[in-house]
Nanobody
């Protein structure tokens, strides 16, 4: 079983930065990729970024160029550096672990990010 814990959310002014972290524990050998999603109030859960075991990263259109996903292999932690934040980035951010076949392994509990204008 895999357990994911997000941290690093908070309140920041527009233009500011935050760094989210997703710490994985348990049977992490089944994980091929860590995904970040976000869900604004009343909205669906949207893709933000993903990083695979080989280090390949991809980003959602709305965050490309502002967010950077990275990983600390030794610590089993994935970071999401969020710069130039906008009010529309306000959401609960979730990390998600998937297998090579894109099967969900685990979800984190979510961390709130609020960007004030």
């Amino acid at each position: 079983q895999v357990h994911l814990v997000e941290s690093g959310g908070g309140l920041v002014q527009a233009g500011g930065s935050l760094r989210l972290s997703c710490a994985a524990s348990g049977s992490t050998g089944s994980i091929n990729a860590i995904w970040w999603y976000r869900q604004g109030q009343g909205n669906q859960r949207d893709f933000v970024a993903v990083i695979t075991n080989d280090g390949t990263a991809n980003y959602g259109h709305s965050v490309k160029g502002r967010f950077t996903i990275s990983r600390d292999i030794a610590e089993n932690i994935v970071h999401l550096q969020m710069d130039s934040l906008k009010p529309e980035d306000t959401a609960v951010y979730y990390c998600n672990a998937k297998t090579y076949y894109d099967t969900d392994v685990a979800w984190g509990q979510g961390t709130q990010v609020t960007v004030s204008s």
